[in-house]
Nanobody, 116 residues
Framework: QVQLVESGGGLVQAGGSLRLSCAAS????????MGWYRQAPGKQRELVAK???????NYADSVKGRFTISRDNAKNTVYLQMNSLKPEDTAVYYC??????????WGQGTQVTVSS
């Protein structure tokens, strides 16, 4: 059983920064792709950033240059550094673990609210 626990969300003013963390249990973390998704009220969940087991990254166009995803396999943790936050970044952010397409696990989500 894989458990993902997100932390680091909160309320921040536009232009501010937050760092989200997602700690994973289990032994498959280092072999898994990790992603951050978000869902705003009334909208579909969307991919924000993803990092493969080998460290390759990709980002949604809306966050390129502002957000950075990273991972620490020794700590079974993935991070999302969010800078220059905008009100439109307000959403519930979810951590995702994908193990070679064989399983998909989600965290409970953490709220990020950016005030203007």
């Amino acid at each position: 059983q894989v458990q993902l626990v997100e932390s680091g969300g909160g309320l921040v003013q536009a232009g501010g920064s937050l760092r989200l963390s997602c700690a994973a249990s289990g032994i498959i973390f280092s072999m898994s792709a990790m992603g951050w998704y978000r869902q705003a009220p009334g909208k579909q969940r969307e991919l924000v950033a993803k990092i493969t087991s080998g460290g390759s990254t990709n980002y949604a166009d809306s966050v390129k240059g502002r957000f950075t995803i990273s991972r620490d396999n020794a700590k079974n943790t993935v991070y999302l550094q969010m800078n220059s936050l905008k009100p439109e970044d307000t959403a519930v952010y979810y951590c995702n673990l994908n193990f070679r397409g064989l399983r998909d696990d989600w965290g409970q989500g953490t709220q990020v609210t950016v005030s203007s």
